[in-house]
């Protein structure tokens, strides 16, 4: 993580070197990228980096926590709900805000694709592996709270249908990255929706057989 004179830079300061590092990271990944080419684009000196940061992996980290700070901020959490329709509503808003904010950044889906490659052994796959943790974490607490109300099947176990749900959006993530092919803006606007779907075919009871006639 940053040295303790990176916290002490203008909030403006750290966000332009951190902006110019994610590009870089995002175009080469870890080995690839130049530190020459972050420093010059940051508009910093290399003496002044190496006050900052480590070394390129301690750098790369510092941009993964932001990454992950800016993007609970900008998502947020479900507002209230008090059935299941406004469960599923909620969720549906939760999605968009993500979709958004992916979408507002150009380095996040590059960045996002090395990260995703990255080997679990080393630094950033670590770093993928405990956010991923947090992430499946919440994932549970929302699903608790949907059970609450009827809107989250009961019949499995809390913490099996968290890393199901989780699981399931890790693979819409890959499947985004890997496209070669954009979205089209019809096709992203259906997207929260669509995700939305596929969770609630997994998470939602399951509807009541009707009667036998007597």
Same mark, same amino acid.
């Given at each position: 993580?940053?040295? /303790?004179?990176?916290?002490?830079?203008?909030?403006?300061?750290?966000?332009?070197?951190?902006?110019? *590092?994610?590009?870089?990271?995002? !175009?080469?990944?870890?080995?690839?990228?130049?530190?020459?080419?972050?420093?010059?684009?940051?508009?910093?000196?290399?003496?002044?980096?190496?006050?900052?940061?480590?070394?390129?992996?301690?750098?790369?980290?510092?941009?993964?926590?932001?990454? *992950?700070?800016?993007?609970?901020?900008?998502?947020?959490? /479900?507002?209230?709900?008090?059935?299941?329709?406004?469960?599923?509503?909620?969720?549906?808003?939760?999605? *968009?805000?993500?979709?958004?904010?992916?979408?507002?950044?150009?380095?996040?889906?590059?960045?996002?694709?090395?990260?995703?490659?990255?080997?679990?052994?080393?630094?950033?796959? !670590?770093?993928?592996?405990?956010?991923?943790?947090?992430?499946?974490?919440?994932?549970?607490?929302?699903?608790?709270?949907?059970?609450? %109300?009827?809107?989250?099947?009961?019949?499995? /176990?809390?913490?099996?249908?968290?890393?199901? +749900?989780?699981?399931?959006?890790?693979?819409?993530?890959?499947?985004?990255?890997?496209?070669?092919?954009?979205?089209?803006?019809?096709?992203?606007?259906?997207?929260?929706?669509?995700? %939305?779907?596929? +969770?609630? !075919?997994?998470?939602?009871?399951?509807?009541?057989?009707?009667?036998?006639?007597?």
């Amino acid at each position: 993580m940053p040295l /303790p004179r990176f916290t002490t830079l203008a909030p403006e300061r750290r966000a332009a070197i951190l902006a110019a *590092a994610a590009e870089e990271f995002a !175009r080469a990944g870890l080995e690839g990228a130049s530190y020459n080419r972050i420093i010059a684009r940051a508009g910093a000196s290399k003496g002044a980096m190496y006050y900052y940061f480590d070394n390129k992996e301690d750098l790369l980290l510092t941009v993964v926590a932001d990454l *992950a700070e800016r993007s609970a901020a900008a998502i947020g959490r /479900p507002g209230e709900f008090a059935d299941a329709a406004g469960f599923w509503r909620e969720l549906r808003a939760l999605c *968009a805000r993500m979709v958004a904010f992916f979408l507002a950044d150009p380095h996040v889906a590059g960045l996002a694709k090395r990260l995703l490659g990255a080997s679990g052994e080393s630094a950033p796959g !670590r770093a993928v592996a405990a956010r991923s943790r947090q992430i499946e974490h919440f994932t549970a607490e929302l699903l608790r709270q949907g059970q609450a %109300v009827g809107a989250v099947r009961t019949d499995l /176990p809390l913490e099996l249908l968290a890393h199901l +749900v989780t699981g399931v959006g890790e693979a819409v993530d890959r499947w985004l990255l890997a496209r070669t092919d954009p979205l089209q803006p019809d096709e992203l606007a259906a997207l929260p929706d669509r995700c %939305v779907d596929l +969770v609630a !075919r997994l998470a939602a009871p399951e509807p009541s057989p009707p009667r036998r006639a007597t």
